[in-house]
């Protein structure tokens, strides 16, 4: 044992639980997990402790964009606003990216999250050609990742044509190019250097953007492996009809029906699906990451959040553009877009199982959810898992003065600035106060890069 914490309230086995004891092995996992124990010298934690969650879903560069895509030209859609952002994908460089990256990983964990999953595509130099060493900007992620003290998850992403029936890529989307036999090689190299808190697994952009034999190829490549495979699926209604045209079948619907998809696979966004898609998901095993956030602010629509629940779905929440770096704004988003589209309340709350708490029922589910996109077996305040958690701050708006039981509807529905206390990773304190011991330095490179990259624009 490295480390023992105590802490009058936790939550435990999806509910609040009092007294706790919480010990760190020397691998960085919880050891023992003990409910009603008494402190007996154990570091006394100043609030409430709850697990972190997991970023399911990352494009680090992105954060540079964050604010800048929100005035209105002639019409205005997701496919608009891609156009605008590989301005951006085009001018970074991996020292700016590191910045860049760096900057979003302390927010993120600001955020509550304590591991993030890069769905990674902004991979060659400026020109299209490879760097000397090709992984140059999955390094720089790495670095980043290390400066904050935040887990990382890299996910070299396949990206072979810009679209159904197209032979190659766009011009400006050179610096995307991979085949099966890049991705594996990647991932295997990232996994092999043995760096604290990073791992990798593979991602395949969408059904748009590899063909059949990419896909066939990677799957071979990779056969039993255990480790995690993302994929951009159905984000987009032009995506659905695309799809339909170029293959007579839904995305999710040839997905299942054509590559056999299992637990080790998560959807993100999964938009637009129908009940038999959902059927067949749940059917294969796999995972549907939503991202609230950023599917608001590019208008791609409201996910069938009471058919993917229902179905007993695993699901997990990302921060994707990083309009929002936070997960309890994912949370309340999540259960806002259905609130509108149902003109109901606590539409995700189920009191027929003994959940009556929306926030509770979303937190709980995202939790659960956490650890199969980031390759892992376990994810929580439970023996085994990594030692990650959050104090909550009872001082802070929409917290103070709160019935202890209801912490995590306030901190979802009411909180505002920050409620988070303190932060750990792997037993490791990251956040003290809600501060980051390297935030004026890291923010301060930000905001150079962001003059560089901007000048003039």
Known sequence: MTARYWTEQAWVEGRWQREVRLSVGSDGCW???EVGAPREGAQLLAGPVIPSLVD????AFQRAFAGLA?????????WSWRDRMYGLAL???PRQLRAIAAQLYVELLKGGYTQVCEFHYLQHARDGTRYEDELAMSWALAEAAEMAGLGLTMLPVLYARSGFGQPGLREDQRRFATDAAWV?????????????LLNAGVALHSLRAANAEDIDALRALIGDEDLPIHIHIAEQQQEVRDCLAATGQRPMQWLCQRFAPDARWQLVHATHS?????????????????CPGTEGNLGDGLIDLPGWLTAGVPISIGSDSHVTRAWGEELRWLEYG???????????????????????????AARAGSAAPAGFSQWGLQVGARADFLVLELQASGL???????????????AQGQALREVFVAGRQVLSQGQHPRQEEIAAEFAAVMGEVWHGA
């Open 70 to 78: 929100e005035r209105r030209d002639g019409d205005d859609d997701f």
């Open 400 to 414: 103070l003065g709160l019935p202890a039981g209801q912490l995590l509807d306030g901190l979802v529905f009411a």
């Open 338 to 364: 259905q609130r509108l589209a149902l003109q109901r309340r606590n539409v995700a709350a189920d009191p027929a199982r003994d959940q009556p708490s929306t926030a509770a029922r979303l937190f709980e």
């Open 91 to 93: 001018r970074l460089d």
């Open 31 to 33: 050891s023992s997990i």
């Open 56 to 59: 399911a879903h990352s494009h």
């Open 274 to 290: 129908t009940r038999e898609e959902i059927a067949a998901v749940a059917a294969s095993g796999a995972g549907v990451v939503i």
């Open 184 to 196: 594996w090689r990647a991932s295997r190299r990232l996994n092999a250097v043995g760096r604290p």
